[in-house]
C-alpha cells in the first residue's frame, strides 16, 4: 500500500469528477494524500529547500548539538548503562521552530524572511482551496470550513496559520529514540513539505506503518482533529510519527490552517447525527478551539477520543 497520490491539475479538466472522489477517498480512507501539480511555482520550492537547510546550519545545527536529547543520547552512548527506554520514551529528536504573522523569524540566510512569506502565502491560498473541495465533496456550502474556522466574518476574524519547520538530523542509536512520537494532529488542514531524499514519516494505516514516500516537490495534505469534528467522523484525523535514521538530515516543513481561538467547532448541522458505515455514530461535542488546544497541550500522544470528551461542555 502506498499513500495516495493526486494530480491537482485534473481538476480543471474533464476529469475533475474523478479527481474529487480521489481527495474523498484520501480524506475519508487515508487521512493523508500527497498533491502534485499543486500551482506552487517549484522554482519558489526550491528555494524554500535552500533557505531551511541553511538555516538549520547557520542557527539551528549548534543548538540543537546541545539539547536535551543530544546530551541524553551521548551521555548513554558514554557510560553504556541506562539503556531503559524510559529514559527516552518522552523524547523526540527533533529541532522545530515555528514562523506566525507576528513571531520572531531566524535572520540567517538573508532571503529567509522573503522566501518564506511568499512560501506561507502560496501554502494559505492552497489550503483554502483544499477546504473548499472539501466542503463540495461533504455536500456543504462552499466556503463552510472557512467561515467556522475564522470564527466569524469580516477582518477582525480570521484563521491561525502557523508553518513548522523541523529538521531530524542524523541519530546514533534510532532504534532507542523516535524522530517524533505518534500523534494527530490538533487543528484543520495541514500542509506538508518533506525532504525528498531522506524517509521517515510514516501514518498508520490498518493497524500498520505505512511510509510517506518521499516525492519531488509534492504538497502531503492530511486532516487534523477538528477536520474530523466538523466532518461528523467521516474525514479521520490519521496517527502519524517521524522515525529517526542514522544518516541524512531529514528536512520537514509543515504549514497549518487552523482555527482561531475563539472558534466554535461542532459537526456541521447537515451532517451531525448521520452514522458510520458500521452503523455506529460517535457523539463529538461542541467545544472552543482554544479549550480544545489546552487539552491538547497535555495529551498531544495520546489517544485522541479522550481529548473530545474531556473539552466537551466547555464552550
Not at 140 to 166: A, D, M
Not at 272 to 281: I, K, L, M, T, V
Request: glycine share 8%.
Amino acid at each position: 500500500m502506498a499513500i495516495p497520490v493526486i494530480d491537482m491539475s485534473k481538476l480543471d479538466g474533464e476529469e475533475r469528477a474523478e479527481t474529487m472522489a480521489k481527495i474523498a477517498n484520501g480524506c475519508e480512507e487515508w487521512g493523508f494524500f500527497q498533491l502534485i501539480n499543486h500551482g506552487i511555482p517549484v522554482e519558489l520550492l526550491e528555494k524554500v529547500k535552500k533557505v531551511c537547510s541553511e538555516c538549520f546550519k547557520l542557527d539551528r545545527e549548534k543548538r540543537f548539538n546541545d539539547s536535551a536529547p543530544v546530551q541524553l543520547l551521548n551521555g548513554l552512548l558514554e557510560t553504556k548503562k541506562g539503556w531503559d527506554q524510559e529514559q527516552l520514551k518522552n523524547t523526540d529528536w527533533e529541532d522545530v521552530f515555528t514562523l506566525l504573522d507576528d513571531n520572531e523569524w531566524p535572520s540567517q540566510p538573508l532571503e529567509f524572511k522573503e522566501t518564506m512569506r511568499e512560501y506561507r502565502s502560496e501554502l494559505k491560498k492552497l489550503a483554502e482551496r483544499m477546504m473548499e473541495i472539501m466542503d463540495e465533496n461533504l455536500g456543504l456550502e462552499k466556503g463552510y470550513i472557512k467561515k467556522v474556522f475564522c470564527g466569524g466574518e469580516g477582518p477582525e476574524h480570521g484563521p491561525l496559520f502557523g508553518t513548522k519547520v523541523s529538521h531530524y538530523p542524523p541519530c546514533p542509536l534510532p532504534d532507542r529514540v523516535i524522530g517524533l512520537r505518534a500523534h494527530t494532529d490538533a487543528g484543520g488542514v495541514i500542509l506538508l513539505f518533506q525532504d525528498d531524499q531522506v524517509r521517515g514519516l510514516q501514518v498508520l494505516k490498518g493497524g500498520e506503518w505505512l511510509d510517506v514516500q518521499p516525492m519531488a516537490n509534492a504538497i502531503v495534505i492530511n486532516t487534523g482533529d477538528q477536520i474530523e469534528v466538523l466532518s461528523n467522523g467521516r474525514y479521520k484525523s490519521a496517527w502519524h510519527r517521524v522515525l529517526a535514521t542514522p544518516d541524512g538530515n531529514r528536512r520537514s516543513i509543515a504549514s497549518f490552517y487552523n482555527p482561531t481561538l475563539k472558534a466554535a467547532i461542532a459537526p456541521a448541522p447537515k451532517l451531525s447525527g448521520q452514522a458510520n458505515e458500521n452503523g455506529e455514530a460517535f457523539a463529538y461535542p461542541k467545544f472552543v478551539f482554544g479549550d480544545y488546544m489546552d487539552v491538547y497541550a497535555e495529551q498531544k500522544f495520546l489517544p485522541k477520543e479522550p481529548r473530545f470528551q474531556a473539552v466537551g461542555g466547555h464552550e
